[in-house]
C-alpha cells in the first residue's frame, strides 16, 4: 500500500510559478513511476509528468519546458515545479504511483497507475 498526499496548490495569475509536493509514505519499491496528474471539470483526467526511481522524466507536451518534475528520495518526495502558468493549467492535480516488478514501460496513462492522492487544487487567473 502506498500513501500519497499532495500539498502547495493554490490561486496564482497568469504567467506565475506554484510548487507542488507529493509525499510518499513508501519508497523502499526499487521499480516504481510517480506521476502527476490533473483533472479540470468536465474534461478527462490527463497525465502531465512522471518520474521513475532511476530519474528519467517525461512530460506532456503541453507542459514542456515550463513543468519540472523531481524526486527528493530521502525525503520520500515528488516536487512538480510550474511555470509560466496559464489559465488552462487550472486543474485538480494530483500524484499517483506505479509499481511493478520486472519491467514496464513509462506510463502517462491514469488507468495504469495504482494508488493515488486526494489531490490539490491549482487555480490560473488572467
Known amino acids: 500500500q502506498v500513501v500519497l498526499v499532495e500539498s502547495g496548490g493554490d490561486s496564482v495569475q497568469s504567467g506565475g510559478s506554484l510548487r507542488l509536493s507529493c509525499a510518499v509514505s513508501?519508497?523502499?519499491?526499487?521499480?516504481?513511476?510517480i506521476g502527476w496528474f490533473r483533472q479540470a471539470p468536465g474534461k478527462a483526467r490527463e497525465g502531465v509528468a512522471a518520474?521513475?526511481?532511476?530519474?528519467?522524466?517525461r512530460y506532456a507536451t503541453s507542459v514542456m519546458g515550463r513543468f519540472t518534475i523531481s524526486q527528493d528520495n530521502a525525503k520520500g518526495t515528488v516536487f512538480l515545479l510550474m511555470n509560466n502558468l496559464k489559465p488552462e493549467d487550472t486543474a485538480m492535480y494530483y500524484c499517483?504511483?506505479?509499481?511493478?516488478?520486472?519491467?514496464?514501460?513509462?506510463?502517462?496513462?491514469?488507468?495504469?497507475?495504482?494508488?493515488w492522492g486526494l489531490g490539490t487544487q491549482v487555480t490560473v487567473f488572467s
Open positions: 513508501e519508497h523502499s519499491y526499487s521499480s516504481y513511476y
Open positions: 518520474i521513475a526511481d532511476d530519474g528519467r522524466t
Open positions: 499517483a504511483a506505479l509499481v511493478y516488478a520486472g519491467t514496464h514501460y513509462f506510463s502517462l496513462e491514469a488507468g495504469e497507475y495504482s494508488f
